[in-house]
C-alpha cells in the first residue's frame, strides 16, 4: 500500500456507518506504550531514538496485524502529505511538527494506526465509524496483546503502564467519541453539557481533538485520566455518558423540529444554497453549513443527498487532501476557488 492509494478513499472515521452514526460520528480507542530499557523519547538523544525506532518497527513487522500495512518515515513524507494524514485523523498534529527519528504505521482498511516516537515510544490507535466502544476496544486490545510477544513495555506493579505524560499513566488508555451535536448547540445546552461531563473525568475536544477547537458543532469527548481505573471502568463510563448525550440530542431535535421547524428548515436550506451556489468558500465555513445539511438529512427535511456524501464531500474539500486531488499545491485563495468547485460539483453536477 502507498500514501496516495489513501487519497480517493473514504476515511474509516467518516464512513456515516455503525451504531448512532447519524450523530456519533466515529469512536476511536488509543493506548500508549513505552518499551523498557528505553529512554523516552521527550528524553533521549538522536541515536537513542533511532534504536527505539528500529526496534519497534522490527516488532510490527512480525505482527500479524501489520502484514500489509503503510510504513512511513516521518521525515520522508512532505509537509503537504503529513497534514493529510492529520485530516484522515491518522496522526497527530504533535507527530507531524517534530519529524525527526519519528514514523507512522497504517493498516491496509485504515482502520489501525501507530505513532511511533511520538510523546511515547508507541501511540496505538483504532478508529470506527459510529457509536462502538467495546468493539474498537477489542481490536486495540487484541493488537497490544500480540505486540506484547515482541516488546516488553514498561510497567509498574503500583502504577500500570508508565507514560510521559502523568495523565496518561496507569492503563495508558485515551478512548473518546466524536459527536456531531448541532441542536444542543443551537439551544445553548452544549455549556451545560461540558460542565457536567468534566466532573465525571471526561473532556470535550475540538474537530482534530486535543488543542483544536470545535467547528461545525462537532465535538470529541474522551477520558481525562487512566491512573487507578481499568480499562473497563474507562469505557464503561464514556459509553454511559455517551448515551446520555446522544438521546439529548436526539429529544432536542425532535422538539426542534415540532416548535421551529421553519426558524430550522431556513438555516438548513440557507446553509444548502450557499455551498450549492459558492464560488470562493474557506474550510471552516464549509464545515459550519455542512454541519446544518447533516442535520437537514437526519431530520428528513434534505432528500436529494446522503450522509455518504456529506462525509465524502467534509472530507475532500479538507486543505490537504483539495491539493493532493489537484496533483499540486494550491495557495489558501486558489484552495477556496477549487473548493468551492468541489462542492458544486458533488452536491449538484456542475
Not at 6 to 14: I, N, Q
Not at 93 to 99: G, I, L, S, T, Y
Not at 255 to 268: G, H
Request: with cysteine; hydrophobic share 40%; glycine share 6%.
Amino acid at each position: 500500500m502507498k500514501l496516495n492509494d489513501l487519497v480517493y478513499r473514504k476515511s474509516e472515521w467518516l464512513k456515516g456507518e455503525g451504531p448512532k452514526s447519524n450523530i456519533a460520528i466515529s469512536t476511536r480507542v488509543r493506548v500508549a506504550r513505552n518499551v523498557k530499557g528505553h529512554i523516552y523519547f521527550n528524553r533521549a538523544g538522536d541515536r537513542q531514538r533511532e534504536e527505539t525506532l528500529d526496534t519497534v518497527v522490527s516488532a510490527l513487522k512480525k505482527s500479524g496485524f501489520f502484514k500489509n500495512a503503510l510504513f512511513l518515515r516521518v521525515k520522508d513524507v512532505s509537509e503537504l502529505d503529513r497534514t493529510f494524514l492529520v485530516e484522515r485523523h491518522l496522526m497527530s498534529r504533535e507527530h507531524m511538527r517534530q519529524f525527526e527519528h519519528k514514523a507512522l504505521v497504517v493498516d491496509e482498511s485504515e482502520i489501525v494506526s501507530v505513532m511511533l516516537n511520538e510523546e511515547d515510544h508507541i501511540r496505538l490507535q483504532v478508529i470506527q465509524s459510529g457509536f462502538n466502544i467495546t468493539e474498537t476496544w477489542r481490536i486495540v486490545d487484541d493488537i497490544d496483546t500480540d505486540l506484547g510477544r515482541y516488546l516488553s513495555f514498561d510497567y509498574s506493579g503500583r502504577f500500570g503502564y508508565l507514560t510521559s505524560c502523568p495523565t496518561n499513566t496507569g492503563t495508558g488508555l485515551r478512548a473518546s467519541v466524536m459527536l456531531h451535536l448541532p441542536a444542543l448547540a443551537m439551544t445553548g445546552q452544549i455549556d451545560n453539557v461540558f460542565d457536567a461531563i468534566s466532573k465525571l473525568g471526561l473532556t470535550m475536544r475540538g474537530f482534530y481533538g486535543e488543542g483544536t477547537e470545535a467547528l461545525g458543532d462537532f465535538f470529541q469527548i474522551s477520558n481525562q485520566f487512566t491512573l487507578g481505573h481499568s480499562e473497563m471502568d474507562i469505557l464503561y463510563n464514556l459509553e454511559r455518558v455517551i448515551n446520555k448525550i446522544v438521546l439529548r440530542e436526539e429529544a432536542t431535535r425532535e422538539d426542534l423540529l415540532k416548535r421551529k421547524r421553519e426558524e430550522i428548515s431556513d438555516r438548513i436550506f440557507r446553509s444548502y444554497g450557499t455551498l450549492k451556489s459558492a464560488r470562493i468558500i474557506t474550510s471552516d465555513e464549509t464545515i459550519k453549513l455542512l454541519s446544518s445539511i447533516r442535520l437537514g438529512v437526519d431530520l428528513g427535511l434534505i432528500k436529494d443527498i446522503n450522509m455518504a456524501r456529506i462525509s465524502e464531500v467534509l472530507l475532500f474539500t479538507q486543505p490537504a487532501h483539495l491539493q493532493k486531488i489537484n496533483n499540486k499545491e494550491l495557495s489558501p485563495y486558489e484552495r477556496d476557488i477549487k473548493r468551492a468547485d468541489l462542492l458544486r460539483q458533488k452536491l449538484v453536477g456542475d
